[in-house]
Each structure stands twice: as structure tokens, then as C-alpha cells.
């Protein structure tokens, strides 16, 4: 009688094991089954916030920017004591155009402006270098010796509060600025994109460009060299700020164009309106 009952706990032994053995390979393979789809999950939910970029050959200022000329441009921020905006302006009006007419140098004012909407007390210069990166160190050597800018830049340092600027490229499929007559007000929208991503921002506003010129409010685009680097700037002219808000309406009308905006919102990690009003000195007006 102990024999049997002996056998029969060993059977049962046994076929406990087995049957933990088989629940544990279950586990196991349920367990290895869920990490593989919450990998799949996961990869599959990085990829819509993950940009793959290709590998290029060539820097993108050289696919990007115009070849046919040899541009280069500086943006200038200048963030103005609010007391001194109105004397700020007079002397920029005073001593910025003498330098835009003078043909020993290589460079022209495109545009000046105050900040109307965005960043208070803030003025806006864009100059236009014809010649690249030499005719700019020609003009800097130049202004050095120049009393009438020596004096400029030293009454402008007193109604400061701080200042930067970029160095910039035109995109090659922008119009490039030039004068027009006013009154108009004009709008800088400035994103800064996603290290990696500037050619494909490039590919598809050079589709898009088309579709923001029928009120002839496009004016410039830019992309930084140095400075804060991904940086990209619209320059866009309207009427009034009615006139704005129509004519952005109306690009939605055009097949495609929510296609652009689709896939370039995630390319930017952060953007920037300015309302700009032209001062009196300004060939944009």
C-alpha cells in the first residue's frame, strides 16, 4: 500500500512538472511575443516624431541657396531703449542710406524696420552683400575708417539694450527682395528647424512658393550660415493686416498646399511672427 501510494505521488510529481514546465514556456513565449509588438509599437511610434534624413554629399547652402549670383545677406536685431526708439530711428534714417548710395561699397540696405507686432522696441536691418563673404570683410574694413559710422555706432551703443545678427543665404527658388513702394506692412516669419532637416524644408517650399504669389506678397527667403544655425526667414509683404489674413486664407484654396503645411510643421522645433512697419530710410516700403 506505501508502494502505491509512493507511485502515484511520483506520477503526480511528474506531471506537475510538465505541466509547469509547459506554463512556463507559455509565459515565455507570450512574454517574448509582447516585447516583440511593444517594439514594433514603439519603432512604429518613434517614426512619427523620428525624421530620417538622408546623407548628403554636399553642404546644403551649395544645393539650396543661388547659384547664379553670389549674395550674402545680414539680418540685424537691435532691441532699442524704449525712450530712444524715435532719436534710434532718426539716426538710422540719417547715416543708413549714405552707405546703401555709396558705390565704393559693395553692399545695399534692402530693408529697415521697427517691430510693430512680436518683440517691442526692436529694429530690424537687412543688408544685401553683392560679392559674398569677401565684399562683406571689404565693407567692414571700409566702415573702420569711416568717421560719419564711427560716431553712428557710437550714439547707437547709448540706446541699446542688446543686439545680434545672422548671416544668411537666399533660397534659390525665392524672389529676391527689391524695392517696392508702400505703404505696406511686412511680416519676418523665422523657424528653427530640426538639425538635418533643411533640405527637405527646401523641397517643399519649393513646390509651395508657387502657391504665395498671386498678391505678390512674398518677398525673401533665407536660411542662416552662421548665428543660430537651422534658422530659416520669410519675408512677406502685405497691405494692412486684413490683407494678411485673407491672403493666407486663400492658399488654402490651392491643391497642395495642406500637403506643404502637413509636412513641415514637424520639421520645426520652434517659429516667430514679427509685424514689421518700414522706417522712412527703408527701400521696402
Known amino acids: 500500500m506505501t508502494g502505491c501510494s509512493s507511485d502515484r505521488l511520483s506520477m503526480i510529481d511528474d506531471r506537475c512538472m510538465q505541466n509547469f514546465r509547459k506554463a512556463l514556456r507559455w509565459f515565455c513565449f507570450r512574454g517574448l511575443s509582447a516585447s516583440n509588438n511593444r517594439n514594433r509599437e514603439d519603432s512604429w511610434f518613434k517614426s512619427l516624431f523620428v525624421r530620417k534624413v538622408d546623407p548628403r554629399k554636399d553642404a546644403h547652402s551649395h544645393l539650396l541657396a543661388k547659384k547664379e549670383d553670389n549674395n550674402l545677406y545680414k539680418i540685424q536685431f537691435h532691441n532699442v531703449k524704449p525712450e530712444c526708439l524715435e532719436a534710434y530711428n532718426t539716426l538710422c534714417d540719417q547715416v543708413l542710406p549714405s552707405i546703401h548710395a555709396d558705390s565704393a561699397y559693395p553692399c545695399e540696405l534692402v530693408?529697415?524696420?521697427?517691430?510693430?507686432?512680436?518683440?517691442?522696441?526692436?529694429?530690424?536691418?537687412?543688408?544685401?552683400?553683392?560679392?559674398?563673404?569677401?565684399?562683406?570683410?571689404?565693407?567692414?574694413?571700409?566702415?573702420?575708417?569711416n568717421k560719419d559710422f564711427l560716431e553712428y555706432r557710437k550714439e547707437r551703443g547709448k540706446m541699446l539694450l542688446s543686439r545680434r545678427n545672422q548671416l544668411l543665404l537666399?533660397?534659390?527658388?525665392?524672389?529676391?527682395?527689391?524695392?517696392?513702394?508702400?505703404?505696406?506692412?511686412?511680416?519676418?516669419?523665422?523657424?528653427?528647424?530640426?538639425?538635418?532637416?533643411m533640405i527637405e524644408w527646401g523641397n517643399y517650399w519649393a513646390r509651395a512658393i508657387s502657391y504665395r504669389q498671386h498678391n505678390r506678397e512674398a518677398v525673401g527667403g533665407f536660411f542662416s550660415q552662421i548665428g543660430n544655425l537651422y534658422m530659416v526667414h520669410h519675408l512677406w509683404a502685405y497691405k494692412d493686416l486684413q490683407s494678411r489674413e485673407d491672403t493666407r486664407n486663400a492658399a488654402w484654396q490651392h491643391e497642395g498646399w495642406d500637403e506643404v503645411v502637413y509636412y513641415t510643421v514637424p520639421l520645426i522645433q520652434h517659429m516667430e511672427s514679427r509685424i514689421m512697419i518700414p522706417l522712412k530710410a527703408s527701400p521696402l516700403q
Request: net charge neutral.
Open 111 to 145: 530693408g529697415t524696420w521697427n517691430t510693430w507686432y512680436g518683440e517691442q522696441d526692436q529694429a530690424v536691418h537687412l543688408w544685401r552683400y553683392r560679392g559674398g563673404y569677401p565684399a562683406l570683410t571689404e565693407v567692414m574694413n571700409k566702415l573702420k575708417n
Open 170 to 197: 537666399e533660397f534659390s527658388f525665392w524672389n529676391e527682395p527689391v524695392p517696392r513702394d508702400g505703404p505696406n506692412i511686412y511680416e519676418l516669419r523665422s523657424y528653427q528647424l530640426r538639425p538635418g532637416t
